[in-house]
């Protein structure tokens, strides 16, 4: 699984970084960074509930 | 819990939301999802910004894209309204809003998302230029209004919808008064302190914006001419929109059997009745983190409600778990990203933890009762955030103080 960010969309409002912080995280510069572009399939559901919750719906998962 | 079908009536984001969630539950039953507008489920905070500024399309508004729709198979019937429900013999009566045609369907499982509808100002109705903001259709009819370049809007009530509109309206050099009968705006959700930071806000990017005052009546010939406000003046205006607050669609519930008050009552767990949960704007249930009965208007507790009273109709009633979130939201107003989290009270103890007011970049902490209940963040979504998940931890308000963020 390989998770994309449209960084266009993405508004840094952190819900990703509450559901899995191991993941994303938001900086003190506001900007959000990917730390795992390639989670484990153990990582699916919270992964899944980071694309549901996002508010800009910036968030996809490849494969 | 073995159930041969779901019927999810609204489909906006918490209905939507709650189909998908059945399916990720492995539930293989029938869905049938109604919802009263035409259009696919769309997503609505673009509708006061990025759409009503003409920035975005409709396409940019879906909230599941059509293979995903399609992957969920749905029974979905659009453009048809939920009439009335009767609890003991799980009668849901249907009418279709095109051929006015009438049906009824025997449910199993019921899930209630029919969110809310604006407030309106009685005796502007029939008014032309006169508009509130909730569905796609309007976002559409006040984007047309101010394309035609209005020579004055007037906003009526500064609450976070009417606050996003003025923004929009301002960014597009359209002149914009906003009234608000609360000394601030905002200023019972955030004190008089923080809504005078957004009235600061609203005022340097040129919104004439006037407190303390309501509104008497809006007046016109066929088109809306003026508003004329109970402190005896009166302002030109060529488009209103009034945005007010929201009342929760329940009427086609009374008589049901079900509980209402504010909203649909249900349990800790977002069970109405058995088999029937409630989610989003509609839903009215006790937050036990919180100790308060709750009924939430944001994105986010749709998303989260939606996911928890879909997978409440699948489980036994001593598996069921309370739905105890934190609430969060955001307002997007100019370049400032408002957020908050959590409850905050006008009682509460208040601490800047960082930023500051002036420079309209922070993150405002509250306490109650020597625990951490809420932040107010401007532009500082990462502290929000980390606040937010410190609240779901129970921290206390001196711990929360010293935590390095």
């Avoid at chain 2, 914009?176 to 000394?183: C, D, F, G, N």
Wanted: net charge negative.
């Amino acid at each position: 699984m390989k998770i994309v960010v449209d960084f266009d969309l993405c508004e840094s409002n952190a819900i990703c970084m509450q559901i899995a912080p191991d993941i994303f995280e938001v900086r003190d510069d506001d900007f959000l960074y990917v730390l795992n572009e390639e989670p484990g399939e153990e990582d699916r559901a919270r992964v899944d509930e980071c694309v549901q919750r996002c508010p800009k719906q910036a968030i996809s998962v490849q494969g | 819990m073995t159930r041969r079908s779901i019927t999810i009536v609204g489909a906006s984001l918490a209905g939507i939301r709650a189909a998908e969630s059945l399916r990720r539950q492995d539930f293989d039953g029938a869905i049938t999802l109604i919802g009263d507008e035409l259009h696919a489920p769309y997503d609505r905070p673009p509708l006061s910004k990025q759409f009503l500024a003409g920035d975005w399309e409709t396409d940019r508004l879906t909230l599941t894209q059509p293979d995903k729709l399609d992957d969920l198979d749905l029974d979905l019937r659009l453009g048809v309204r939920a009439a009335s429900f009767d609890l003991d013999s799980r009668r849901l009566g249907l009418a279709d809003l095109e051929d006015q045609s009438s049906e009824e369907l025997v449910v199993d499982g019921l899930l209630i998302a029919t969110g809310a509808r604006c407030r309106t100002l009685g005796g502007a109705e029939g008014l032309d230029g006169v508009f509130v903001l909730r569905s796609l259709d309007d976002s559409l009819a006040i984007r047309a209004a101010f394309d035609a370049g209005p020579a004055r809007v007037v906003i009526v009530g500064a609450g976070f919808i009417g606050a996003e509109v003025a923004a929009t309206a301002r960014t597009q050099g359209l002149d914009v008064t906003m009234i608000e009968s609360l000394p601030q705006p905002l200023s019972r959700v955030l004190g008089d302190e923080m809504g005078g930071v957004c009235a600061d806000l609203h005022r340097e990017h040129g919104v004439d914006l006037r407190t303390g005052v309501g509104v008497e009546a809006i007046e016109g010939d066929g088109h809306v001419e003026r508003v004329r406000l109970n402190d005896g003046s009166m302002i030109e205006a060529d488009v209103v929109v009034v945005g007010i607050g929201v009342i929760p669609n329940t009427e086609w519930l009374e008589g049901s059997g079900l509980t209402i008050d504010n909203g649909v009552v249900c349990d800790a767990t977002c069970l109405a009745a058995p088999g029937v949960t409630a989610a989003g704007d509609v839903a009215c249930w006790p937050n036990r983190r919180f100790g308060e009965v709750m009924r939430v208007e944001h994105w986010d507790n749709a998303v989260a409600q939606g996911a928890h009273a879909a997978r409440r109709l699948l489980v036994e009633d001593d598996e069921a778990e309370p739905f105890i979130p934190v609430p969060w939201f955001w307002s997007d107003q100019y370049d400032r990203k408002i957020q908050m989290a959590g409850r905050i009270g006008l009682d509460d103890e208040m601490h800047i933890a960082t930023g500051s007011l002036a420079e309209r970049r922070f993150a405002a902490i509250y306490g109650r009762a020597g625990r951490l209940v809420g932040v107010l963040g401007f532009n500082r979504p990462r502290h929000v955030m980390r606040y937010r998940m410190l609240i779901e931890e129970g921290v206390s308000f001196e711990d929360a103080i010293a935590a390095e963020i």
